[in-house]
């Protein structure tokens, strides 16, 4: 009976997996992403107790009763944000990024860590196994520049909003959380928009789609980080939408420096009145925040794109004694590579975005690797809710452009944006001891067949191809006959939201 | 002033109609009665949610309930009211609310600097007290007592911060009464939003969040600066005087809860953050849904206020579904693997989706309540937003999604009057306000009417709304024009006219008597066109008639004095 059950769950939902368009198929992409017939049932429970076993039966039974749905996830049914996982990945090809790639080869997870990796692991009692034959593991991707599971972006009434933090509006019911994770996506860096020369604090996320609370996603222990706004953005809001400073370049510049100069004054002052009991300048978040920038307790995240803007800010940091800094998009970053790598400054690009306006109308699809082969850690970022969905696809591009090794592209949206954001002991390469975040992928991620096909984020599998659900929104508005859910935001650069509501 | 003979007939008639009316036990005045005593007998008590006395009278004395008891005796002096076929509530409460709140202008003109606004023009006004803005003259205070309201907390409008809000009793200010005599309390709240100011600082929730940090970080260091300059001035600057911060430390001080209100879990979270980091003391209003914040609100014993405002019921359509819904009905949420659509091919069975998650949603805003009973959170009703007539038939959504009959009166009731201190309210015992409601059977049944309403011994006829002859709500008429009307009084004809202007939902009209006046909430509904205006000897007087041509026909209600019937004609332009 068992048997049979299991024969025709089989048929049901074995399929053939995605032949490419009309094409024929050279001989080293067959065999990197081979046309095969794959179980969808990556999952069994290697158990024999006899009560788990027809827990297993039971939910089986319960497969075929829905056939048509396959057990479809909706996003509520999805563990709580503190839950944490226990698996075992079986024989799978794993890409650690920082320890080379290794061959069929299990992964032990518990407690949401990676316990063990190695072969012929076995799985403790009512550890899930997920068969990896034919799979490739690779660290979770990490974006360090999104805009998404935010409720507003720019605080654009003044120049300087250090106040303001996006941990205040982290949104956890976004959908864009969920079409991340299915493009393999485990961790972003959520901030503030680029309207303010120096906008709010932005938030480390982990994507633990499934819960209401903001203060789930939330990277625990992950350093403070601000953004900041060179160019066109800040002058285009300020200079020309409001006619004050900055109008140009020169006037971000002067700001940057008048504001820590205030803030150095501000903490000097209050801690003066702290001192001898008198008055105390009114208590100002704003520019406690830039103090302690200066303290060295905020890391920057700088948008950027002219070469000579980004220089400009590398001297007015080192005037102020403040060393960490991540340029983000970068991409003149070529031309003061050398400059970079000698300050220590992280670099964050696009792999092949450029020409959407003046200031970006130079680069070249070769920056990141000058910025690697010249020693400056590099990643890649999105910046938008669609192309978070394939940051592999631009990690391969770079790859194909600037002839990178398979390990230097996958470090770019995997160990070294966790560096940037100061959480690369807890992520970013898949080692003994770190976070149980995994994007599982049915080909090597780097090949264009490859389709992500699981991703789990704290040993939680929170995105699973085969379970997918027609409707994965966690929030549905009862008021709304159909919600306006859109991938593209036309005309709206995601930098700006709400930057011109004045 | 010039009064034409029929004016000062009508004003005396004003003047006189309750001493004639006195003697008639139909009309209940708050003027002279002859007496302040009355024994409802042998009625069905409900003193407080699950304690019924199946058979018993209520003497309310000067305002207050003298006594309540199978064997008490009504007094010689009293008004006997049969309450033979009667259930007697005690009146309701409504939790949080702007009924009888005069609407201020906001601010909204383009400053220089929109990075640093003012208080006031940023919405920062924690020191504005609902008492100076009360007009409880308007006719929605009328509304709610006809359900059975009998005192709201009122609050405020406004943005981030709007004021401090009281309790008021739900009647109209008597005659020479001054608009603040509804008030029963002091300062109850300090009420909170996520509401930006346009074009200003800050405009974002985040910004909001972080102002509120500076506000109350300052105002709790203010104050030991200020305590620190007051004794011992040598040497330092006098910290300057800000009323927003005092009136902040004063809330802080008198340990005043905030009441933020909230429109979705994501506000609910951001302000369950805010106020436990700040350590405020706090009261959630307005969360739609409840159920991913109960475990917080259980950690902080936090009251919430759940609106009696629900979405439109969406009827799921099951039969387009290839899979029929198990469970379509409101209150329950459907499993998605009931109704899996293949979108692209099947774009009914897409449609049936959505509307079952809709239908779902819809079920987990009516089951709110239910599932703060079933977390035992403590909670109150609002009234925010909802439409009074729709208040009843919500109620009874919540109880069909496992609202228990006595949680949903006690919502209305004991927990409204513990979380705001009110403690001779709530409940239908000796010693007590008598705030009472009296229905012909149980409150939360469909068929059941309430008759009358207490309002601190004061008794209020409830009439059935009369359905006025010709009424019709789909019937297009324009009202404009100067319309020559006559009040059929007993003491004869009182004439005058009143003037419509506007169209649409955008109506304004005076009416002249003896003088020009403003006329208020100017609507029309079909053909019926309603407006109400204010003469300072009768209180307020709301009309409401059906246009047909230019012919106007129907009743003006005065006060407590009752309705008379009125025509009107369109002159010619």
Redesign the interface.
Known sequence: MRITLLRSLLKYIIRPAAVPLGRSLRSEMLAESPIRLRSRALISTENHSPRLQSTYFNSLLALLLFAGSAAAQTAVDLPPANARGDLLIRGATVLTVTNGTHENTDILVRDGKIERIGQGLSAPSGVQVIDGNGLHVMPGIIDPHAHIALSAVNEARNTISAEVQMGDVTDPTQISIYRALAGGVTTIHTLHGSANAIGGESETLKLRYGTFDPNGLHFEGAPRTIKFALGENPTRVHGRGRDIRPRSRMGVEQLYREAFSEARRYRDAQNEAAENGSTPPPYSRRMETLADILDGEVLIHCHSYRADEIYMLMNVLRDFGVDRITFQHVNEGFKVAPELAEFGAGASVFSDWWSYKFEVYYSTAYNVAILLRNGVRASINSDSRELIRHLYHEAAKSQRYGDLTDDEALSLITINPAWQLGIDDRVGSIEEGKDADLAIFDGHPLSIYARPVMTIVDGIIRFDEARDGDDMRLDIDPEAEIEDVRLYDHNEDSCLVDAFVL | MRLTTRLVAFLLFLFFAPLLHAQGITEGTPLRPVTRTFAITNARVVQAPGQVLERGTVVVRDGIIESVGANVLAPHDAEIIEGDSLTVYAGFIDAFSHVGVTQVEEDEEDIDD???PTNDRAGIMPQRDVRTMLDPSGGSIKDLRNIGFTVAHVVPEGRMLPGKGVAILLREPQRFEDAQGVVLTGSLSLYAQFERSE?????????I??KM??LF??AR??RT?VN??YSDPE?????AYDPVLVALQEALDANLPMYFRVE???EA??AL??TEELELPMVLVGLPWST??TN?LADRRITAIAPLAL??T?AADTTAL??PVATPSPGASV????R??R?HRDLEN?RA??RA??A???G??ESNAATLQDAEIPFAFSTYEVKTGDIRENLRRMITAGLNADDALAALTTSPAELLGLGMLGTVEEGKMANLVLTDGDYFEEDTNVLLVFVEGVKYEIEEEEELEGADPDAVVDPAGTWAFSVATPDGEVEGTFTITGSGTSLTGTIRTDETRDLESVTLEGNVLNFSFTQPEMGSVRVSGVIDGDSFSGTATVGSLGSFSITATRRPN
């Open positions: 929109p990075g640093n074009g200003v600082y800050p405009g974002t929730p985040m910004g969040m972080a940090r500076d970080i300052e260091r203010r600066s620190r300059y040497g330092r600057a006098r910290p979705n879990t994501n979270f951001r953050n805010i991913p914040l917080r979405p439109d969406v290839a899979i499993s998605i693997q009931q899996r659509a979108s897409e989706a959505l998650q809709r779902a949603a819809v987990r805003y």
